[in-house]
């Protein structure tokens, strides 16, 4: 049998993670909803949450997945042979199969913004009707389903490069390369005549706004955007090697999802205000206002114009890609180890069935409009399903796991690498209250207020 691959270094498992950290969540949900809830005030809200609640749930997932050394469902079996923990295992299996349907669509639009940007079609002859193209073009057939089927394959066939040779080798040239990109556009959209409005959307704190829907949104967010709850950092964590500082690599990934948050708010915020829109958040503003504002940017120098949008959907394109690997890989390994099925037909066949569901969920702009869950149509309901739900009680379990299954002597054990570290040693009393009953107390009651209100 081949050896399990493991992650080369500190730096690359922290571009791993933050490769499946930094997508679109950070791009067109952050700077949307920091200026709606208050700017620097919200700002303020979501550190205190990613480092107080979504740390302690990315901890714990790096702590299963780092001392099995397995995937989700492996993981659960070995720390809690025979008992119910296992139903845990196989719902992170599936939980990111789902996101992977619906955000292969959201994938594929990209790919084929970032071919409109390359072949001219933002002009600012047309700039009208580069908002309604949107509309056009996803409640159509043919042509999403094309793209996504390109976007879903380069997904595979990154998976199926392996560990070492896809994952790690992509995550280390993307991530430097969305940095650099997301700079070079919000050093443009700063400078731009009348962008002070937008930064001021985003840094003006007003603590008014901080009502208990941003503390919900706050916490949703910081989720959705670092992956938690769905077994991905859990199945990249396996890959990290006995001797990685766990407390750091995990604080060096939330960082850095954080830092490119905020980089996409000014990439962005500072644009739309600078053409005067009014600010929204999802497929709205990065396939209609964003190539509205492109195009209107044309009357002031084509060039400069068409390299930002093409800079700004290849941007798009490669942050959501360094997350949908992350998201098929859980049950690639899922496969591969508990089925013993080889990488290529795990590839394939995760491939083929997320496909059909995102078929559909593509097919819900269009044909498929009419079909309603719950009163929503299929790519929403996924996308509800997921971010409000599936996520919040993978979190939650993840780290009642923790704090309450597991060995509080084992859990201190990966904390501290047998206690050989000791900046983690001396963090680990705080870190596991925060794990034992901070997070899963605070996850639960905003949960349950959700459902109530
Ligand atoms: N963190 C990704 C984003 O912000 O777009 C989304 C994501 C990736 C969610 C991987 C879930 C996941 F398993």
Redesign the pocket.
Known sequence: MTPRENFGSRATVIMAMAG???????IWRFPFIVGEYGGAAFIMVYIVCCFLLSMPILLSETIIGRRTHQGTFGAMNTLAPGSAWKWLGLLTIFS?LI?LSY?SVVGGWSFAYLCKAISFQFKPENAESVTSMFGAFSSSTWAPLACMVIFLGLTALIVYLGVNKGIEKFSKISIPVLFVLIVIIAVYSITLPGAGEGVKYLIKPDFSKLTPGAYASALGQSF????LG?G?MLTYASYVNKNENIIASAGGTAFFDLLFAILAGFAVMPAVFAAGITPSSGPGLVFETLPFIFAKMGAGGQIISVTVSILFFLTILV??LS?SI??MEVGVAYLVEEKKVSRHKATISLFLITLVVGILCSLSFGTLSDIKLFGLTIFNFCDRLASNFL?TVGALLFSVFVGWKMDKAAVKDELTNGGTLKSSSKLFPFVYFLIKYVAPVTIAVIFILGFIG
């Open positions: 499946s950290a930094i997508g679109l969540g950070n990111p996101i955000y959705f955007s670092l992956s769905v991905t942050a959501a997350s992350s998201m996520m």
